[in-house]
């Protein structure tokens, strides 16, 4: 048990440590030190509201009215300055917290695309379920989470440590007898007030102990739910078209069933945890004055000395209580930090396998070729099962190439391979260095934006002349979005799927580049418009070399060379299969 605390310790400051000596270690250290003076002071205020709850409540006892009234003023001067510094305390705390969250998110989203991370990822899962609320939601509770509970449990020490010397000299000593022995515990009521403070934190955690997993798996399935809806607005063209809704609702009602359950669960440990807590908190009102009380009427110590006794143990027991406190928040927050955890060692993985070198080497070509060649090239699924083996390849510049072959046999994954983004597998792949490379996937993605922004990605903005852009709209025969470049839209849900490749298509014609895959990137275009485009592309990109894949018979007679992917003896190869001249 002990074990795990430490591991678990070793997890949070893995997760916290690389902000406070970074480059921005100065301004929070220096935000961190403002917020403990701040809490320092507070507690310091406590001490002389607790001074003052003697010197009131004897005045009131004694009827003293001159001293009722300069007590008062004093009452408000600490008072302001009590507001003051809570003020301020919480305003810099909320500031620390920002600042440490837009940096972890910054750091966050940089591992997470740099080298891809976020492709191997998704394709081999593992430990990084849902990164999109790991970054946003997890990342923000844990950089207020870990301020408000590091800071509380500061001040819960500073303040136990203040109130235990008063509580020490006010409670004076209780004798006991016991079998004709008097035992005398000198500071009976310090004492009292931590065996009863540590009994509580030792019940409060084990009746709170199953919210951790409860929490952590509650943000899994509320992730779960949530994308499922995101993924269905996202593709409402198909559900419709397929009449799914019947299917949709049951995946609906099935993954909410698992949120409903999972919170039946939290409610019924929470009850189980409130109500200790609650009569935990009851009880300490009355425990201290029952011991306290004794003193008072044997006339020991006046109304003023008992008040102040009683305010120096609750905040000892407070202070010495702060687990019990916060238990309820660190539930959640240790099941935040094991999904930081997770997808940080995820990345790390991805990031190890990155630095050995990817299994499959993009090289530049010797110097002067003007080819693409793949050489012992092995693609593999994740697994590492062999898909295509021993692929040799040669495309030449200014040759067309259509590659096809039957679905699963390996035509996309070499697609991904010449564009360097496939990791699984063996061999090399030479590309001329100089030149620019473009690849257009079946479904291009189209960021929500301005229509602007869509066809110059992933350019920045503003690169481009829009006469340059309306005229490849209109050469893509996409002439009715001419006046809407500045229309921002979430233009994958607005355009039809024929729409959206012939965006890609004029994305092409402002790249311009030296070479054009096209990976089934004309499937939803009639033969009518995909024969315009192909035949279009030689004429404004005239030094543009195009190798597509692709079923369709109609795209042969735009490829002098055809190249297919079919099985030998159970293995499947590349083959040679045709050479005409292009129509």
């Excluded at 509580?167 to 009863?196: F, M």
Aim: proline content about 5%; some cysteine.
């Amino acid at each position: 048990m002990f074990g795990k605390h430490i591991d678990f310790a070793r997890d949070v400051w893995a997760l916290a440590r690389p902000y406070w000596f970074s480059e921005e270690r100065w301004p929070a250290r220096g935000l961190l030190l403002a917020i403990i003076a701040l809490n320092l002071s507070i507690v310091f205020l406590s001490v002389m509201f607790n001074d003052w709850n003697r010197l009131m409540y004897n005045a009131l006892q004694q009827y003293d009215v001159g001293r009722f009234l300069p007590l008062m003023g004093r009452f408000s001067v600490l008072a302001f300055f009590w507001i003051a510094f809570q003020v301020y305390r919480l305003y810099l705390r909320q500031m620390l917290e920002m600042r440490w969250r837009r940096w972890m998110t910054e750091r966050f989203v940089s591992r997470w695309l740099a080298g891809r991370t976020y492709y191997r990822l998704q394709l081999e899962g593992g430990g990084a379920d849902n990164p999109d609320q790991r970054i946003t939601e997890d990342l923000r509770d844990f950089t207020a989470g870990t301020l408000s509970l590091a800071i509380g449990l500061m001040e819960a020490v500073v303040t136990l440590a203040s109130f235990a010397g008063i509580l020490w000299a006010l409670s004076g000593s209780l004798t006991i007898p016991i079998d004709g022995v008097e035992i005398t515990i000198p500071g009976y009521l310090l004492w009292a007030a931590l065996l009863y403070s540590a009994l509580g934190t030792w019940l409060t955690h084990l009746v709170g102990r199953p919210l951790i997993g409860l929490n952590f798996q509650r943000q899994r399935v509320e992730a779960d739910y949530r994308f499922s809806l995101v993924r269905f607005r996202e593709n409402v063209d198909g559900v419709a078209l397929y009449g799914g809704e019947a299917r949709e609702q049951r995946q609906f009602s099935l993954l909410f069933a698992n949120v409903l359950t999972n919170w039946w669960q939290i409610m019924r440990q929470t009850k189980r945890l409130t109500s200790f807590t609650a009569g935990f908190g009851q009880a300490a009102v009355i425990f201290p004055m029952a011991l306290a009380a004794p003193r008072y009427f044997a006339h020991v110590i006046e109304l003023g000395p008992l008040m102040q006794t009683l305010d120096a143990f609750g905040q000892v027991q407070s202070s010495m209580s702060w687990f019990v406190d916060a238990y309820s928040a660190i539930a959640p927050w240790k099941a935040t930090v094991d999904r930081l955890t997770s997808f940080n060692a995820a990345m790390t993985r991805i990031e190890a396998t990155l630095e050995t070198g990817p299994a499959i080497h993009v090289v530049p070509a010797a110097e002067g070729a003007h080819e693409i060649r793949t050489r012992d090239l092995d693609l593999a699924v994740p697994g590492g099962r062999v898909l295509l083996p021993h692929a040799e390849l040669t495309l030449r510049q200014g040759e067309p190439v259509l590659l096809s072959g039957p679905s699963g046999s390996g035509k996309s994954t070499l697609f991904r391979a010449l564009a360097g983004i496939w990791p699984y597998g063996a061999g090399t792949v030479e590309r001329p260095s100089a030149q620019r490379f473009l690849f257009l996937p079946q479904r291009p993605y189209l960021p929500i934006g301005p229509l602007r922004d869509v066809l110059t990605y992933p350019a920045p903005a503003g690169q481009l002349a829009d006469a340059e852009i309306i005229e490849a709209l209109r050469a893509c025969e996409l002439a009715p979005l001419v006046d809407r470049l500045d229309d921002a839209q979430h233009w994958a849900q607005l355009l039809s799927p024929g729409e959206q490749q012939r965006i890609a298509f004029a994305r092409a014609l402002l790249v311009k580049p030296d070479w054009l895959f096209l990976d089934e990137a004309s499937s939803a275009l009639d033969e009518a418009t995909e024969m315009r485009l192909y035949q279009m592309l030689p004429k404004r990109l005239p030094d543009t070399t195009v190798v597509s894949i692709g079923h369709r018979p109609s795209l042969r007679a735009f490829h002098p060379r055809q190249i297919e992917i079919r099985q030998t003896d159970g293995l499947w190869g590349l083959h040679d299969t045709a050479l005409r001249a292009a129509q």
